[in-house]
Protein backbone atom coordinates (compact mmCIF):
# COMPACT_ATOMS: atom_id res chain seq x y z
CA UNK A 1 0.00 0.00 0.00
CA UNK A 2 1.42 3.47 -0.52
CA UNK A 3 2.56 5.66 1.95
CA UNK A 4 0.27 8.26 1.88
CA UNK A 5 -2.42 6.35 1.51
CA UNK A 6 -2.21 4.16 4.65
CA UNK A 7 -1.15 7.19 6.68
CA UNK A 8 -4.91 8.77 5.71
CA UNK A 9 -6.27 5.08 6.20
CA UNK A 10 -4.65 5.54 9.62
CA UNK A 11 -5.94 9.22 10.19
CA UNK A 12 -9.55 7.51 9.41
CA UNK A 13 -9.30 5.05 11.87
CA UNK A 14 -7.97 7.50 14.73
CA UNK A 15 -10.28 10.35 13.66
CA UNK A 16 -12.97 9.57 12.00
CA UNK A 17 -15.37 9.03 15.13
CA UNK A 18 -14.38 12.47 15.80
CA UNK A 19 -15.54 13.67 12.47
CA UNK A 20 -18.89 11.67 12.35
CA UNK A 21 -19.71 13.49 15.63
CA UNK A 22 -18.93 16.87 14.75
CA UNK A 23 -20.94 16.54 11.65
CA UNK A 24 -23.53 14.86 13.62
CA UNK A 25 -23.97 17.56 16.26
CA UNK A 26 -24.34 20.03 13.57
CA UNK A 27 -26.58 18.36 10.78
CA UNK A 28 -28.41 15.87 13.30
CA UNK A 29 -28.82 13.47 10.56
CA UNK A 30 -26.87 10.09 10.51
CA UNK A 31 -26.99 9.84 6.57
CA UNK A 32 -25.51 13.36 5.61
CA UNK A 33 -22.86 13.12 8.38
CA UNK A 34 -21.56 10.22 6.80
CA UNK A 35 -21.83 11.61 3.85
CA UNK A 36 -19.49 14.55 4.89
CA UNK A 37 -17.47 11.63 6.62
CA UNK A 38 -17.19 10.13 3.41
CA UNK A 39 -16.58 13.59 1.02
CA UNK A 40 -13.59 14.34 3.58
CA UNK A 41 -11.63 10.82 3.33
CA UNK A 42 -12.21 10.82 -0.28
CA UNK A 43 -10.50 14.20 -0.75
CA UNK A 44 -8.08 13.32 1.62
CA UNK A 45 -7.10 10.17 -0.31
CA UNK A 46 -7.63 12.12 -3.81
CA UNK A 47 -4.79 14.68 -2.37
CA UNK A 48 -3.21 13.32 0.69
CA UNK A 49 -0.48 16.58 0.71
CA UNK A 50 -3.60 19.00 1.88
CA UNK A 51 -3.21 17.11 4.99
CA UNK A 52 -1.75 19.58 7.98
CA UNK A 53 2.20 19.82 8.51
CA UNK A 54 1.91 22.47 10.92
CA UNK A 55 -1.51 22.47 13.23
CA UNK A 56 -2.77 20.03 15.12
CA UNK A 57 -4.73 17.41 12.76
CA UNK A 58 -7.84 16.89 15.24
CA UNK A 59 -8.49 20.89 14.93
CA UNK A 60 -8.15 20.98 11.29
CA UNK A 61 -10.36 17.85 10.49
CA UNK A 62 -12.85 19.79 13.13
CA UNK A 63 -12.73 23.24 11.26
CA UNK A 64 -13.09 21.18 7.98
CA UNK A 65 -15.83 19.01 9.06
CA UNK A 66 -17.49 22.62 10.32
CA UNK A 67 -17.16 24.30 7.14
CA UNK A 68 -18.53 20.77 5.02
CA UNK A 69 -21.84 20.86 7.09
CA UNK A 70 -22.00 24.69 7.23
CA UNK A 71 -21.90 24.29 3.06
CA UNK A 72 -24.68 21.55 3.31
CA UNK A 73 -26.57 24.02 5.31
CA UNK A 74 -26.39 26.92 3.21
CA UNK A 75 -27.46 24.45 0.47
CA UNK A 76 -30.37 22.96 1.70
CA UNK A 77 -31.34 26.97 2.46
CA UNK A 78 -31.30 27.27 -1.52
CA UNK A 79 -32.88 23.94 -2.70
CA UNK A 80 -35.66 25.17 0.00
CA UNK A 81 -35.79 28.44 -1.48
CA UNK A 82 -35.62 27.54 -5.40
CA UNK A 83 -38.71 24.89 -4.36
CA UNK A 84 -40.80 28.01 -2.92
CA UNK A 85 -40.28 29.97 -5.78
CA UNK A 86 -41.06 27.01 -8.20
CA UNK A 87 -44.15 25.57 -5.93
CA UNK A 88 -43.54 22.46 -4.44
CA UNK A 89 -45.02 19.13 -6.37
CA UNK A 90 -48.15 17.56 -4.45
CA UNK A 91 -46.04 14.59 -4.29
CA UNK A 92 -43.43 16.83 -1.32
CA UNK A 93 -44.12 14.74 2.19
CA UNK A 94 -44.51 16.54 4.83
CA UNK A 95 -41.40 15.41 7.81
CA UNK A 96 -42.19 13.00 10.30
CA UNK A 97 -43.55 14.84 13.30
CA UNK A 98 -40.53 13.26 15.02
CA UNK A 99 -38.04 15.13 12.68
CA UNK A 100 -39.97 18.27 12.46
CA UNK A 101 -38.31 19.79 15.63
CA UNK A 102 -34.27 18.79 13.87
CA UNK A 103 -35.68 19.82 10.69
CA UNK A 104 -36.74 23.52 11.79
CA UNK A 105 -33.11 24.04 14.10
CA UNK A 106 -31.32 22.81 10.74
CA UNK A 107 -33.59 25.30 8.49
CA UNK A 108 -33.39 27.84 11.45
CA UNK A 109 -29.56 27.61 11.20
CA UNK A 110 -29.05 27.44 7.35
CA UNK A 111 -31.21 30.82 7.45
CA UNK A 112 -28.99 32.77 9.51
CA UNK A 113 -26.00 34.51 7.93
CA UNK A 114 -22.55 32.34 8.34
CA UNK A 115 -21.22 34.84 11.13
CA UNK A 116 -24.61 34.14 13.26
CA UNK A 117 -25.19 30.69 12.02
CA UNK A 118 -21.52 29.42 13.69
CA UNK A 119 -21.96 31.35 16.90
CA UNK A 120 -24.79 29.59 17.10
CA UNK A 121 -23.50 26.33 16.44
CA UNK A 122 -20.70 27.12 18.96
CA UNK A 123 -22.40 28.36 21.66
CA UNK A 124 -25.55 26.01 21.23
CA UNK A 125 -25.04 22.75 20.34
CA UNK A 126 -20.76 22.75 20.50
CA UNK A 127 -21.30 24.57 24.21
CA UNK A 128 -18.73 26.81 23.91
CA UNK A 129 -18.28 29.89 26.12
CA UNK A 130 -17.93 33.31 24.98
CA UNK A 131 -14.10 33.05 25.26
CA UNK A 132 -13.76 29.70 23.74
CA UNK A 133 -16.13 31.15 20.73
CA UNK A 134 -14.27 34.62 20.45
CA UNK A 135 -10.63 32.54 20.30
CA UNK A 136 -12.13 30.53 17.37
CA UNK A 137 -13.67 33.55 15.46
CA UNK A 138 -10.97 35.93 16.62
CA UNK A 139 -12.98 38.79 17.91
CA UNK A 140 -13.65 40.39 21.14
CA UNK A 141 -15.83 38.34 23.97
CA UNK A 142 -18.29 40.97 23.81
CA UNK A 143 -18.93 41.15 20.21
CA UNK A 144 -19.56 37.15 20.49
CA UNK A 145 -22.14 37.88 23.21
CA UNK A 146 -23.64 40.47 20.78
CA UNK A 147 -23.86 37.67 17.87
CA UNK A 148 -25.02 35.07 20.78
CA UNK A 149 -27.99 37.70 21.79
CA UNK A 150 -29.04 38.45 17.70
CA UNK A 151 -29.32 34.77 17.13
CA UNK A 152 -31.63 34.67 20.03
CA UNK A 153 -33.59 37.97 19.13
CA UNK A 154 -33.65 36.10 15.40
CA UNK A 155 -35.34 32.60 17.05
CA UNK A 156 -37.49 34.69 18.90
CA UNK A 157 -38.88 36.81 16.34
CA UNK A 158 -39.42 33.27 13.80
CA UNK A 159 -40.75 31.07 16.88
CA UNK A 160 -41.79 33.08 19.56
Known amino acids: MEPAVASVESIYRSHGPVVLRRARRILGNEEESREVLQEIFTALLDDP ?15 VTT ?16 LDERGRSEDDEAPPASEGTKLAVRQFLADLPEELMKVAVFHFIDEMTHDEIAVVLQCSRRRVGYLVEEVRAEAKKRYA
Open 67 to 82: HKCWNRLRDQRTRTRL
Open 49 to 63: AQLPKDVPLVGWLYG
